[in-house]
């Protein structure tokens, strides 16, 4: 058997983070992963000369002092990575049909780009600003700040969209800019109904703050933090899938699919928490709790093309763009069937050697599960031809409304990989391929919430479900799992010490 202080059962992001707090801290930590390459979503893959990211396709503030920044100079990555800033008066171009507009890097900055293009815009953006500034503030994770008082809790009952609404303004700019500022809500899978403010705020300061690309892709950050782990005397494992956690006296045990057996003291749970609940032996588990996870609602997933492109053919784009076919940017995820697709994000890597012209393209539109449920029992590459032309059908609908904004599209194009919900699902374990795990109901808040401790002592979750998605929510939420065994006090002075 392999003895362990703390296992970590998969090897995303979250899971790399705490295991590289742990290891560092004097642990013998071991990441178990499924998959023959560790990294999760932050693994990338090859077609021929080109590669592509499957997860973060771009980080915020990341400009010195600011959040994400602060906190991964604690994990060398601040100093290491390779960075490529995008334009900082458009890092997201919103685009309609009838007008496009930019959101600039900089508050300043974002309120003078958007107030050009929209008349009497200037009352709702300052007090935009002002309510960004105001939310974040009182998030003490967000601001590398201790958490002494539980001052956000103010913030996470309000509805992002009624909040938004409420805001002063003249009514005619209001109703352009309130689907402007939530034409990127692509990256929080945002619904009218139940999305929380706290969650737009603190993802949006952090984009405004400053937006930037990893010019060699999502790969450095786990080929980095792997490195770091090994070299504290951790191990991380691969084709490890974990089948089942039980308990032997007050020891874990830790059985792989190919019949080894882990043992530890500590389970830090980096995968998505439905799937960390039924791995655990069920006399371990209170029914109550495992109901209370397992009934939990998650995110829509997504339709990707990853497309390879002819040299010269199109120009690298400094931004990202999010088109929508529809006035309400709200509802975008609801389409399927002949109204699907209702929006995509594109965004180009890093540029060819010219530097003009991006070699591929990766364009991502909302899928619901429902539209890919018919094959769910089946096995990747067997999945028949109907799923083929499932595909191929789908490709087509999203190429055309592609040329919708960019005419000549198709003839950049060399060749294209599709990914659909089953693709995510079987990719990343997440039920029905949930692009951000579990769903943040502004109604009901609490019951949404994921704690790091479990009603298991010694079992603990880490992720995106935790606290929020994306990179500065998955780092902080490294942070809260890594104290419920360090310490918060102690953790924090480490992470000042770096600073």
């Known amino acids: ?113 958007l107030s050009g293009y929209i008349p009497d815009s200037s009352l709702f953006l300052k007090h935009y600003i002002s309510a960004l500034r105001e939310t974040v503030s009182s998030f003490p994770l967000y601001n590398l700040e201790m958490p002494r008082t539980h001052t956000e809790t103010s913030w996470m009952g309000k509805n992002a969209f009624t909040f938004l609404d409420s805001l002063p303004g003249n009514r005619n700019s209001k109703q352009i800019l309130l689907k402007i500022i939530a034409g990127n809500n692509f990256l929080y899978a945002g619904r009218k109904e139940s999305t929380p403010w706290h969650q737009y705020a603190l993802i949006n300061h952090s984009f405004i703050s400053s937006a930037w690309r990893l010019k060699q892709g999502g790969r450095q950050i786990a080929d980095h933090l792997i490195r770091a782990i090994r070299t504290n005397g951790g191990t991380v494992l691969t084709k490890k899938e974990v089948k089942l956690v039980s308990c032997l006296k007050d020891k874990f045990l830790v059985k792989t699919s190919d019949g080894e057996i882990f043992v530890a003291t500590r389970i830090v749970a980096g995968i998505h928490p439905q799937a960390a609940i039924s791995l655990i032996d069920p006399s371990l588990v209170k029914r109550s709790f495992s109901s209370r996870i397992l009934s939990m609602d998650n995110t829509v997933s997504s339709f990707a093309l990853y497309i390879s492109l002819k040299p010269e053919s199109f120009p690298y784009l400094n931004y990202n763009v999010y088109y929508h076919n529809t006035q309400d940017v709200w509802a975008d995820q609801n389409c399927r069937g002949d109204q699907w697709p209702a929006m995509y994000f594109m965004y180009t890597p890093s540029p060819g050697a010219s530097g003009n012209f991006a070699s591929s393209v990766c364009v991502m539109s909302y899928m619901r599960f429902e539209e890919v449920r018919r094959w769910e029992n089946s096995i990747t590459g067997r999945r028949g031809k109907d799923y083929r032309a499932f595909k191929n059908d789908h490709a087509e609908k999203l190429l055309k409304l592609i040329e919708r904004r960019f005419p000549d599209f198709r003839k950049a194009v060399s060749s294209f990989e599709v990914s659909t919900p089953l693709t995510w699902r079987d990719y990343t374990g997440t039920p029905e391929g949930s692009m951000y795990g579990i769903r943040k109901d502004s109604d009901n808040y609490l019951k949404t919430m994921i704690l790091p401790h479990t009603k298991i002592p010694g079992f603990y979750f880490t992720g995106q479900n935790l606290n929020m998605h994306g990179a500065p929510g998955v780092t902080i939420g490294s942070i809260m799992t890594c104290a419920e065994i360090l310490g918060m006090e102690y953790l924090f002075k480490k992470l000042h010490d770096a600073v």
């Open 1 to 113: 058997m392999n003895r362990f202080d703390i296992i970590l059962i998969g090897s995303g992001l979250g899971s790399l983070l705490c295991g590289y707090i742990l290891s560092r801290e004097g642990f013998n930590v071991c990441l178990l992963e499924r998959h023959s390459s560790p990294g999760g979503c932050l693994q990338s893959f090859t077609r021929g000369p080109d590669s592509f990211d499957t997860g973060i396709h771009y980080i915020g503030s990341m400009l010195p002092g600011q959040t994400l920044n602060s906190y991964w100079k604690y994990f060398g990555l601040s100093q290491s990575l390779d960075l490529v800033r995008l334009d900082e008066n458009c890092f997201d171009l919103i685009s309609f049909d009838d007008g496009e507009f930019p959101l600039a890097q900089g508050f300043e900055n974002f309120t003078e780009q």
